[in-house]
C-alpha cells in the first residue's frame, strides 16, 4: 500500500487501506459514485480540499483532475448559491468544489493551469497575514501558524501567493477567508481575536482582492478548532458560505455555514482521491461531524 498521508497510523490506516484496495479488485468505486448519484437524484455537490501541489506533482495532480472531469461537473459561485437555495442542479453529473487551502504559490503556478485546461473552477482560501509576509519571513511564518508548504522548496524563495495573483485569482475563479493568521477558532481565543481572524480578515481580503469576499473556510478540521463563539462571529460578518472539513456530500438544502469538505492530497494516486470520494469516509466521520454542528449552530 502506497503512503496515505492524512490518516493516523497504525489500525485505521491499515482497514481504510483495506477497504480502498477491495474497491480497486472489484471495480466497486464507479458502482458507489454512480449510487451516490442515484441516491441523491436531487443533485449533489462533492467538496475536496488540497494543500501544497508542487510541480514534482503535477503529472499525479492532472490524473486527479482528469478523474473529476470524468465523473462530475464543475462548481461555481453561482451554481452553489443556486443548488443550495433554490434546489436546482440541472447539470448531468454530481457537482465537485476544488478547493485550496493557505495561499500558497504552487497552487497558482501549478494547480491554476490544470484547473483552467480541464475547465475547472478552483476555491482558494488564503491566510490574509501569509500573502503580506515578507518573503524571507515566509517559511518561519508557515512554521509558526502550521501551514504545510513543499519540504523540498528552497529556503528563502517565496512560497505564499502574491496578493496580485490573488487578484487573478478572483477574477477567474473564487477566493475566500481563511483568517488573517491562519488561527484555529477554538474558545481559547479572545473577542478581539476571534474578530481580527474573521471579520478584518474579511476587509483585508476584500482590500486586496479588489473583491466583495463571502466565503468562509475553518482552519485546522480537529473537533477543538471549531467553537460556537466562532460561529456566531463568521454569520455577523456576513459571509454567506463557509466550509469545514468533516466529509459529507453537500446537497440541496444544506445549511451553507456548514459546508463539509474531505481532504485529498497531490501525491496520492487518482485511486487514492476516488476513494475519498466515493462515500466511504462520510460514514466514518459521522460522530465527529455530528458533534461538530452541534457546537456550531449552539
Known amino acids: 500500500m502506497e503512503p496515505h498521508p492524512g490518516y493516523p497510523p497504525g489500525r485505521v490506516a491499515t482497514v481504510l487501506g483495506v477497504l480502498k484496495r477491495s474497491l480497486e479488485v472489484t471495480g466497486l468505486t464507479p458502482?458507489?459514485?454512480?449510487?451516490?448519484?442515484?441516491?441523491h437524484r436531487r443533485g449533489y455537490v462533492r467538496a475536496v480540499n488540497y494543500h501544497a501541489t508542487p510541480l514534482r506533482h503535477g503529472e499525479r495532480l492532472r490524473t486527479h483532475f482528469e478523474f473529476f472531469q470524468k465523473h462530475f461537473s464543475?462548481?461555481?459561485?453561482s451554481d452553489l448559491a443556486e443548488f443550495l437555495v433554490d434546489g436546482r442542479w440541472e447539470k448531468k453529473k454530481p457537482g465537485l468544489i476544488v478547493s485550496f487551502d493557505d495561499g500558497l504559490r504552487s497552487n497558482f503556478e501549478v494547480a491554476v493551469p490544470l484547473l483552467e485546461e480541464f475547465g475547472l473552477t478552483g476555491w482558494f482560501f488564503p491566510p490574509t497575514d501569509f500573502v503580506s509576509c515578507p518573503v524571507d519571513e515566509q517559511a518561519d511564518f508557515a512554521e509558526r501558524h502550521?501551514?504545510?508548504v513543499d519540504p523540498e522548496a528552497p529556503r528563502g524563495e517565496?512560497?505564499?501567493?502574491?496578493?496580485k495573483e490573488i487578484q487573478v485569482l478572483a477574477d477567474r475563479h473564487v477566493v475566500g477567508c481563511h483568517t488573517q493568521s491562519h488561527c484555529r477558532l477554538s474558545d481559547a481565543l479572545s473577542d478581539d481575536r476571534m474578530e481580527h481572524e474573521i471579520v478584518?480578515?474579511?476587509?483585508?481580503?476584500?482590500?486586496g482582492s479588489g473583491q466583495s469576499?463571502?466565503?468562509f473556510?475553518?482552519?485546522?478540521?480537529?473537533?477543538s478548532s471549531y467553537s460556537s463563539r466562532a460561529a456566531a462571529c463568521i454569520r455577523r460578518a456576513g459571509y454567506r458560505f463557509?466550509?469545514?472539513?468533516?466529509?459529507?456530500?453537500?446537497l440541496s438544502g444544506t445549511d451553507p455555514l456548514q459546508l463539509q469538505r474531505i481532504n485529498v492530497d497531490s501525491r496520492w494516486s487518482a485511486d487514492w482521491v476516488a476513494f475519498q470520494v466515493c462515500g466511504i469516509l462520510d460514514a466514518l466521520y459521522t460522530r465527529k461531524r455530528q458533534l461538530v454542528v452541534r457546537t456550531t449552530r449552539s
Open 146 to 148: 502550521w501551514i504545510d
Open 213 to 215: 469576499i463571502d466565503v
Open 74 to 77: 464543475s462548481v461555481s459561485h
Open 217 to 223: 473556510c475553518w482552519v485546522g478540521g480537529e473537533e
Open 200 to 207: 478584518d480578515a474579511k476587509t483585508t481580503l476584500e482590500d
Open 31 to 39: 458502482v458507489m459514485l454512480r449510487a451516490l448519484q442515484i441516491m
Open 242 to 250: 463557509s466550509f469545514m472539513t468533516n466529509s459529507a456530500p453537500i
Open 158 to 163: 517565496r512560497i505564499a501567493m502574491t496578493w
